[in-house]
């Protein structure tokens, strides 16, 4: 059965740090991975998609790599903003299903 | 990326009555559409899994009486949650995605209480 980890849980840092989320997860087959960013009491947006080929996306200060494999990916925020304050979660697509993790909670500081 | 609209955002219902929450495909063919119920500081569970024109299919443990799902048309596919109890409330979201492995696109979430 598949399951997704994200580490930390939460995360505080000071406005303009670089910061990486990790998610794992322990059945590489997948189809793609999706990292999503959830603001409080709202549904989800959709960052950056990576198909089960794909190494890496970028979207803007964005960045995620997947390591298939290693069952592994991360999320690169460049230059952290107070805006970037949300819950984001990854998750993994197997047939026909999204599996998600339990989310790191990202609070910026100014 | 395409829009999932989810409607109502937020509603209060008293116990025993059903609530409706419509879920749409704005700009797209939504051939499957995935309901999920969201916990406070838990991932999401996903519920049902519904395909246009044909029954949902229901993770175990979700009772499908209780949250009836219909799945009509490429556009619009709705969660009634019957008989509501106050266990009932939670965040329920949609999300919509077109045929093959593609991306998922997910509602705004709708904020459930029953009181």
């Known amino acids: 059965k598949q399951e997704v980890t994200q580490i930390p849980a939460a995360l505080s840092v000071p406005e303009g740090e670089n910061l990486v989320l990790n998610c794992s997860f322990t059945d590489s087959a997948i189809y793609n991975l999706q990292w999503f960013r959830q603001d409080p009491g709202k549904g989800l947006t959709s960052l950056l998609l990576?198909?089960?080929?794909?190494r890496e996306q970028t979207s803007g200060r964005l960045n995620a790599s997947l390591d298939k494999s290693s069952g592994r990916s991360t999320l690169y925020i460049a230059a952290s903003q107070p805006g970037d304050s949300a819950t984001y979660l990854c998750a993994v697509k197997e047939l026909g299903n999204l599996i998600f993790g339990k989310g790191t909670k990202l609070s910026v500081k100014p | 990326g395409a829009v999932v609209s989810q409607h109502p955002s937020r509603v209060i219902c008293k116990s025993g009555t059903s609530v409706k929450i419509e879920c749409r495909s704005l700009?797209?063919?939504?051939?499957?559409m995935f309901w999920y119920r969201q916990f406070p500081k838990k991932s999401l569970m996903l519920m049902a899994t519904s395909n246009e024109g044909s029954k949902a299919t229901y993770e175990q443990g979700v009772e499908k009486d209780k949250f009836l799902i219909n799945h009509a048309s490429l556009t619009l596919s709705t969660l009634t949650v019957t008989s509501a109890h106050p266990e009932d409330s939670s965040f329920y979201i949609c999300?919509?995605?077109?045929?093959?492995?593609?991306?998922?696109?997910f509602g705004q979430g709708t904020r459930l209480t029953v009181v």
């Open positions: 700009d797209f063919q939504a051939t499957t």
């Open positions: 990576i198909q089960s080929s794909q």
């Open positions: 999300s919509a995605s077109g045929t093959g492995h593609t991306e998922a696109f």
